[in-house]
């Protein structure tokens, strides 16, 4: 209440001063009476000489204090209204006051009550977050996962959130569910994830790194079922970056990411491992993902997805008891690919880029030479290393040129003699004979 006052007589001063020159005028009689203030004298009440002899007579004069004469006005001052004047001048400090009296007190009484209240904080902060995903699963339809001590990972009609949700607010395609079972029981940990750009490779590794770690943090999945054995570690390399402050190009950001990996993961541990090697030449790369996947295989002995375009690396399956090659399918229609987004077992025998080139937009005349090109490596290829292709053959900078359009045909004969026809003009006879012509024309 002394705050309440404090504050009032700071911020509305003026209408308690109005409300006292009203009052004033009232118990004088005096309607012109009227309360100002200066920087001498204060507050004040002043009148005209008229009725100043009013004020300085009994009984009016017990009450009002003369306080100045000049030409034509008279001022006086009340004891009240010097009251006032010192409680609205005093009004902000002794608010600020009490606002501080009171605080120090709230703080000491929470200090007092500090573990209690952090106690209950976790709590309410506990129960938020379970709710919140306790929702988000009945709404997403998620299952609820089995966790223990296993080296299990099985998962079915796993889905990522992520992009499901965004799929559903731009009313696409529905999301397609993939299976992913990398638990010791299938007989691979490792799966070596083949298929084209765009055939949804990185979305699959990350929904399962996304379904690990929920299932971990105690959330229900986006998923039909799933087993999750304990992850210890969950490592990620998967995008392309650069740091060029430090002066690392993206294959070298690249690299220190999967030393770190190789260097840290233990048989428990998840790992997601998307194009390594893309970074430097065809023969380097390879090099290095073969070498990496082998790593994995039989040194860190982790559960992986191992995302690649080095169709080579699909007979490691033959050789790694531990590694299972899996695809991304797709379906070619007139020339064109169709993404299914369904993985499945086996490997993918092309990558598809030249149809993915297209589908971004690039030029025709530069999609056409690169199916060109693209032949004449490939049959290369299958004629061996001591097939040779001649420059001739494939000259590097010989850009095929733009499509010229097909000449216009000039007007075909039934065309000629529509155009030759007056319908107004012509008699029935003529007009019959006009028909047989344009039937005969036709043939």
């Not at 002043?46 to 009984?59: I, N």
């Not at 056409?368 to 290829?381: F, I, K, P, Y």
Request: net charge negative; hydrophobic share 40%; glycine share 6%.
């Amino acid at each position: 209440q002394e705050l309440d006052e404090a504050r009032t007589l700071r911020d509305e001063g003026r209408s308690i001063i109005a409300s006292m020159q009203q009052e004033y005028a009232a118990h004088t009689g005096i309607t012109s009476l009227k309360i100002k203030h200066n920087n001498v004298l204060g507050y004040f009440i002043e009148t005209t000489a008229t009725h100043a002899d009013k004020m300085l007579s009994a009984p009016l004069s017990e009450k009002y204090i003369h306080r100045q004469t000049t030409a034509n006005q008279v001022r006086f001052t009340t004891v009240e209204l010097s009251e006032i004047e010192t409680r609205i001048l005093n009004s902000g400090n002794h608010a600020l006051e009490i606002e501080k009296r009171l605080y120090s007190a709230l703080s000491r009484a929470i200090l007092d009550q500090a573990a209690r209240l952090n106690g209950a904080a976790r709590g309410l902060a506990e129960l938020d977050l379970l709710t919140a995903l306790a929702d988000l699963a009945r709404g997403e339809n998620w299952a609820r996962p089995r966790v223990d001590a296993s080296r299990a990972f099985a998962i079915t009609g796993g889905r990522h959130p992520v992009v499901e949700r965004a799929l559903r607010q731009q009313g696409g395609a529905t999301f397609v569910a993939n299976d992913c079972d990398l638990s010791a029981t299938s007989g691979a940990a490792v799966w070596l994830l083949t298929g084209p750009n765009m055939a949804g490779k990185s979305t699959f590794l990350r929904q399962n790194a996304l379904i690990a770690l929920l299932a971990q943090m105690g959330s229900y999945v986006p998923a039909e079922t799933a087993h999750i054995g304990l992850v210890s570690q969950l490592f990620s390399r998967v995008g392309a970056s650069d740091d060029l402050a430090r002066g690392r190009s993206t294959f070298m950001v690249e690299m220190v990411e999967t030393a770190a990996i190789l260097n840290q993961a233990d048989d428990r541990a998840l790992v997601i491992l998307d194009e390594i090697g893309r970074g430097t030449a065809t023969y380097d790369g390879l090099s290095i993902a073969w070498a990496t996947l082998e790593h994995l295989h039989a040194v860190n002995q982790s559960r992986a997805l191992f995302a690649t375009h080095y169709h080579e690396l699909t007979q490691l399956s033959n050789t790694l008891s531990g590694v299972e090659n899996a695809t991304v399918s797709v379906k070619e229609w007139d020339g064109e690919v169709i993404f299914l987004h369904e993985v499945k077992k086996g490997a993918a025998d092309r990558s598809y880029g030249v149809q993915v080139a297209q589908l971004a937009g690039l030029p025709a005349s530069v999609v056409a030479r690169a199916r060109d090109v693209l032949d004449l490596l490939e049959q290369g290829s299958r004629e061996g290393a001591g097939a040779k292709i001649q420059i001739d053959d494939l000259p590097l900078f010989a850009a095929a040129p733009p499509p010229q359009p097909k000449p216009t045909a000039g007007p075909s004969p039934v065309e000629q003699l529509l155009s030759s026809l007056h319908p107004d003009e012509l008699s029935p006879r003529e007009a019959l004979e006009a028909l047989y012509r344009l039937k005969e024309a036709s043939k």
